[in-house]
């Protein structure tokens, strides 16, 4: 995928084996070590990949639907890595069309389709996770257009991909307390993953969370829950080069009404 947004996250912490500065990992098991391999990959300054990343997201309230679609191409490039392995990518949106939108509502209006051409610069670190995502020369877009790049990337952060710092084979099962962000809310969850094979230099790993909605929205209590089912099919050699699958559900009520949000992600890299 050239889309260093939904690239691998890694935590800061301490490993399951006890090293500090790894992710913070439960091993369940270590998988076949005649398979075995480090992940992410470690990044190279020139690394590039290019995707088509499509999202759906149809929100349900009291019965009532709403549909949104948008298909995304991007490429980025790794422009820089530190020594410590912590790197910095920058992805260029060299297309953005909303192809489904409530009807009579204006598109234009939404921001989507001015996000063209538009640019984010994003730091990790050794583990790959995200330091931070910058919206670049973002003073030249509108606020319609800012909010729209918001919710596009916190969709994206979603899929959440965390490995140990040891290396896993396949079968390997793994968990991680994590934070999903998604429609304006952030709640703690926990990701099961799976490596599911190592071939033909990609892996595969599936990966499945759960989490308990109890807050306030703008002074009304929401109260629910947000689950994902979702993999990656991703390079041994190159962070940025991944392909995703996702679906999210978020089933909730709030002040009576019942709403349910379904949010499909499908990222397929052109690099492959």
Not at 60 to 66: D, H, L
Not at 110 to 119: N, P, Q, S, V
Request: with cysteine.
């Amino acid at each position: 995928m050239g889309c260093s947004l939904i690239a691998p996250v890694g935590v800061d912490g301490t490993s399951a084996s006890g090293d500090e500065g790894g992710s913070p990992v439960v091993v369940e098991s270590a998988g076949d070590q005649a398979t075995a391999t480090i992940l992410p990959p470690a990044a190279v300054v020139g690394q590039a990949a290019g995707s088509v990343t499509t999202i759906h997201l149809s929100i349900t309230a009291q019965g009532s639907p709403i549909d949104l679609a948008i298909r995304v191409d991007l490429r980025a490039a790794v422009s820089q890595v530190a020594p410590d392995g912590g790197y910095t990518a920058v992805t260029t949106i060299d297309r953005i069309q909303l192809f489904e939108a409530p009807e009579g509502v204006d598109r234009a209006a939404l921001g989507y389709e001015e996000l063209a051409g538009a640019r984010f610069q994003q730091t990790f670190d050794r583990a790959g996770q995200v330091l931070s995502t910058e919206l670049l020369a973002a003073e030249s877009l509108s606020d319609a257009a800012r909010s729209a790049a918001q919710g596009f990337t916190g969709n994206l952060q979603s899929a959440q991909f965390v490995y140990p710092a040891e290396p896993v084979g396949v079968g390997a099962k793994w968990s991680a307390e994590l934070e999903i962000t998604t429609e304006g809310l952030t709640l703690p969850a926990t990701y099961h993953y799976e490596l599911t094979d190592v071939s033909d230099g990609r892996y595969t790993v599936t990966v499945s969370y759960r989490s308990t909605i109890e807050t306030t929205i703008q002074g009304a209590p929401v109260s629910g829950t947000v689950a994902g089912l979702g993999s990656v099919s991703g390079s041994i050699d190159n962070p940025l080069d991944v392909s995703v699958t996702l679906g999210q559900t978020i089933d909730a009520t709030t002040g009576g009404t019942v709403l349910n949000v379904a949010i499909g992600i499908d990222v397929q890299s052109s690099e492959r």
